[in-house]
């Protein structure tokens, strides 16, 4: 062993080049392949660290009215304390509300002296703490949340409003849109035992009054469906039995409600588990994560890692010649074939070992850069994670025999007598696989740059597509707070007598923000079980011409329009209505036990994507409501080339009229941007991650183009004494590996068709994949492979003659 390992250095030091492509590609490999499984291992992790998690349960509600089929995160009040009522298999129950959700995205934090604005604060029941487990830093995890307006900090927002103060029992107050209370702190958390979808900063005993009292009191089982609720079955419990039982559960307490309707309702068990590894839902607490995006982060770690691994096997069959006569030697001297198959073996475990222990301290150093793209907070924990010296040993472990068994058994297998002979050519001819090594690798880095080419194309579509609005030189101002809401009127007020502002409204939502109201209308001779389910948004007379949405048909919102509203074009189809037969039409709507109310049809607007791209537009109506108490949002349209003396001039007057709350503000393009950040980080990533293929790849190639001229080094010096010219063994050198590259492109293409296409179909709106995004991402890799290959070419075909013939 003593001496395969000085062979192993001798060697790998006599060809520098040789050990540094190896060495320098496998490190990059690791590195790239390391951090892409800790972030996916990261992402799995999510609420696996609560006790008994395997037994707990998110309920979820599948909704078809009419047709359009919901699919919810939530469901509707009573059902978790009506489970845990019914059935003996529930041990306990807990429902939560993210305030966020429900229009209260900020809270006015004040204990003595010290106030700022807080969001994620979640209400939850008082078995929220039985059933989740947290790591208390103070106070009793018994029944912290049992009274009313008892209150839990996240341990970030405590240490910020009370600093080295112990803030169990202390009184703190909160002002939102539902008042302003006094609030005793029970306990302090963080979120040091794991990650969790269930992210708050505070946590707000439910029976606290606002929203909290509204949901402790509701008894709807059709609507109403924005509680996140919860259960933890007894151990030993047959889920799929108990998942059965819930048809006739809904069907027991809430069948009339949703006949009525005409809706149909089903109650699906989720895992909490499962919760941030399956997207699809409306609405969440924290965006979850496509697995289908998880999976394609491991391809890429593995093929960046294939990819190194090839280079090793190519460089190291390219070079057998060098070895030829030693292998030889060692058999006529006794050694076995499995004797050499460990030698080059434990050669390519060392040069394994060396690429990770030069990957990890580049990793420690790329770390910060990785996160920021991944938008995460990975720790690379060396000493307390014994998972990761797992997933160390394992990529030493595979790396070294992907990389190094096809040459072992390679080189072990020549025959030592012909190759003492010198007769060795005919038995070391690889050349064959070491063009199909290399086609493999511009397979996959044509496919990565086809990627690249189409993720961008879409998020540019995405970015200027005409959505139906004007989003930008908008700004978004939010009033959280029942006095800053008294505000309001004031500001837009003196806000109009700008110069550069065009126009301003108010609103209940936003372009870009999830549309959470919605309700079935019908028109005269209809009823409730023909409805059409409509998302709709309350606003002011204002709302049109601030966000540039076109009327198609009546007339715009006036002052005292009230009952009036504005529908989409959607909404006019669905209802079988006209341009000319619309105007006027009463739409009608009833949730029992509440009667019959109508609204009037004041215009018809065109449609515009108020969600995502992800999403066909639906059903829409603007209702008149400007006295509505939930509209805290003033969406601004300036008109300005200055926008810093704009915004000094804006919050000159904010400071004047809302003198309580801090200035803060949005652009609306900015906002709506937010619905494709997945998109973005998958594009981030993806370019991080090719651009490693791609220099990993290049490195290969570059080795290989170096032994390519070292062995033609005699042919191009006879080709320069008969007149070739530089140009021309420049050509010849290079057609070789031009050639390969073409027929990777041709392979790449239907490969990388199919994933992206696979990719787009994930939006309602996209862009056609053109021919000219394989043509492009194939120009790419051939001028890459001509730029790596034609630098060994040139200073071949320079070489003078003199030098490569003079032993001849």
């Not at 029944?143 to 169990?168: C, H, Q, S």
């Not at 151990?235 to 069948?255: D, I, R, S, W």
């Not at 919605?518 to 007379?541: F, I, R």
Request: with cysteine.
């Amino acid at each position: 062993m003593k001496n395969y390992i000085k062979t192993a250095l001798r060697f790998l030091l006599k060809n520098k080049t040789f050990s540094f492509i190896n060495i320098i590609g496998l490190a990059a490999g690791t590195l790239c392949c390391l951090y892409i499984l800790l972030y996916v291992q990261d992402q799995y992790s999510y609420d696996r660290h609560f006790k008994d998690a395997g037994n707990i349960y998110r309920i979820t509600s599948n909704m078809n009215f009419r047709g359009d089929k919901r699919k919810g995160a939530a469901t509707s009040p009573p059902t978790a304390p009506t489970m845990k009522a019914d059935f003996n298999e529930v041990l306990q129950y807990a429902r939560v509300v993210n305030s966020g959700l429900v229009g209260t995205k900020q809270h006015l934090v004040r204990y003595k002296e010290k106030s700022f604005y807080e969001t994620d604060a979640l209400f939850a029941d008082p078995g929220f703490f039985d059933i989740f487990t947290y790591h208390f830093v103070n106070g009793d995890s018994r029944n912290p949340l049992k009274d009313p307006y008892n209150i839990v900090l996240l341990k970030p927002m405590a240490d910020k409003l009370f600093g080295t103060e112990n803030p169990v029992g202390k009184m703190i107050s909160i002002d939102n849109a539902y008042g302003k209370h006094d609030f005793k702190v029970t306990a302090v958390i963080d979120e040091s035992l794991g990650k969790s979808h269930l992210h708050g900063n505070m946590f707000i005993a439910m029976n606290s009054g606002g929203i909290g009292a509204y949901v402790n009191t509701d008894q709807t089982w059709s609507g109403n469906n924005f509680v996140f609720s919860y259960i933890k079955l007894r151990p030993n419990t047959n889920v799929t039995a108990f998942q059965n039982k819930l048809p006739a559960f809904l069907n027991k307490y809430g069948a009339q409600e949703l006949k009525n309707l005409g809706m149909q309702k089903e109650l699906i068990l989720q895992p909490v588990t499962k919760i941030h590894t399956t997207p699809g839902f409306e609405i969440e607490l924290s965006p979850a994560v496509n697995p289908s995006f998880l999976y394609i982060l491991i391809l890429i770690a593995v093929l960046i890692q294939v990819i190194a691994c090839i280079n090793f096997m190519n460089l190291s069959t390219a070079r057998a010649s060098k070895r030829a006569k030693e292998v030889g030697v060692r058999k006529v001297i006794g050694a076995s074939q499995s004797n050499l198959i460990t030698q080059f073996l434990g050669e390519s475990f060392l040069l394994s070992f060396i690429g990770v222990a030069l990957a990890l301290p580049l990793l420690i150093l790329a770390m910060p850069y990785l996160n920021q793209i991944t938008h995460t907070d990975i720790q690379l924990c060396l000493f307390s994670n014994y998972r990761i010296w797992v997933l160390l040993s394992a990529l030493i472990v595979i790396t070294g025999l992907v990389a190094g068994s096809y040459p072992a058994f390679y080189l072990s297998a020549f025959k030592s007598i012909k190759v003492i002979k010198g007769n060795f050519t005919s038995h070391v001819s690889a050349a064959g696989i070491r063009r199909s090594l290399v086609v493999f690798q511009f397979v996959l880095s044509i496919v990565l740059i086809t990627g690249i080419i189409v993720i961008y194309s879409q998020l540019n579509f995405i970015k200027n597509k005409d959505l139906g609005f004007d989003k930008n030189q908008k700004l978004v101002f939010s009033f959280y707070t029942g006095e800053t809401q008294g505000k309001m009127a004031n500001f837009a007020n003196d806000l109009r007598q700008l110069a550069d502002i065009k126009a301003v409204t108010k609103s209940d939502n936003y372009p870009g923000q999830l549309v959470l109201q919605d309700h079935g209308v019908y028109p005269p001779g209809g009823n409730m079980t023909t409805a059409v389910d409509a998302d709709n948004m309350a606003s002011d007379e204002h709302f049109l011409k601030t966000t540039g949405i076109k009327l198609i048909a009546g007339r715009d919102f006036t002052q005292n329009d009230s009952g009036k509203v504005i529908i989409n074009e959607t909404l006019l189809k669905k209802l079988g209505l006209t341009l000319k037969t619309a105007i006027g039409t009463r739409l009608y709507t009833q949730y029992l036990p509440n009667p019959v109310t109508y609204v009037e049809i004041a215009g018809v607007m065109k449609d515009f994507n108020y969600n995502s791209l992800h999403n066909a537009i639906r059903p829409f109506m603007l209702a008149y409501n400007p006295n509505r108490g939930d509209l805290s949002n003033l969406i601004v349209a300036a008109n300005s080339s200055n926008y810093k003396t704009l915004l000094s001039q804006i919050e000159a007057l904010w400071h004047k009229d809302v003198p309580s709350a801090p200035f803060e503000y949005s652009f609306l393009d900015e906002e709506v941007n937010k619905q494709y950040t997945a998109e973005i980080t998958l594009s981030q990533i993806i370019n991080t991650f090719t651009l490693m293929a791609i220099l990993i790849s290049c490195l290969g190639l570059f080795g290989l183009a170096a032994f390519s001229a070292e062995q033609r080094n005699k042919e191009i010096g006879i080709r320069k004494v008969l007149g070739a010219s530089v140009t021309g063994l420049v050509r010849l050198l290079s057609i070789d590996f031009l050639k390969l590259v073409l027929i990777a492109m041709i392979i790449a293409t239907p490969i990388a068709w199919w994933g992206m296409d696979k990719w787009l179909q994930a939006f309602a709106y996209r862009i056609p994949i053109s021919w000219w995004m394989f043509g492009l991402a194939g120009l790419i890799a051939v001028c890459i492979a001509m730029f790596t290959v034609s630098f060994q070419a040139i200073k071949a075909a320079l070489v003078n003659p003199v030098k490569s013939l003079k032993s001849e």
